[in-house]
């Protein structure tokens, strides 16, 4: 069984930077692709960032150039660095995988707890 453990988030000022950490223990991590998501209670939960197994970053166009996905497989650990943080990403932040990038819609395991983030104007 995986287990998704999010942590990382808090209380920080606009324009703050927060770094996030995701372990996933019991999957095939190395070969999986990772995202990161974020829901507001009430709101949809949306894929906000994307790491193939190669490598390759994708971002949802409100994030891009603020925010930076990264993997250490040895570790089956994946971060989300965000910088220039605004009262708009504040949200409960999720990891997840999926066998590919286009497939994180509809992820593999049972979500984790997610780490809150809030940022105050």
């Known amino acids: 069984q995986v287990h998704l453990v999010e942590s990382g988030g808090g209380l920080v000022q606009a324009g703050g930077s927060l770094r996030l950490s995701c372990v996933a223990s019991?999957?095939?991590?190395?070969?999986?692709?990772i995202g990161w998501y974020r829901q507001v209670p009430g709101n949809q939960r949306d894929l906000v960032a994307a790491?193939?197994?190669?490598?390759?970053?994708s971002y949802l166009d409100v994030v891009k150039d603020r925010f930076t996905i990264s993997r250490d497989n040895a570790k089956n650990t994946a971060y989300l660095q965000m910088n220039n943080l605004k009262p708009e990403d504040t949200a409960i932040y999720f990891c997840?995988?999926?066998?590919?990038?286009?497939?994180?819609?509809?992820?593999?395991?049972?979500w984790g707890q997610g780490t809150q983030v809030t940022v105050s104007s």
């Open positions: 997840n995988a999926a066998n590919r990038v286009v497939l994180l819609g509809t992820p593999l395991y049972s």
């Open positions: 019991g999957s095939t991590f190395a070969s999986e692709a």
């Open positions: 790491i193939s197994p190669s490598g390759q970053m």
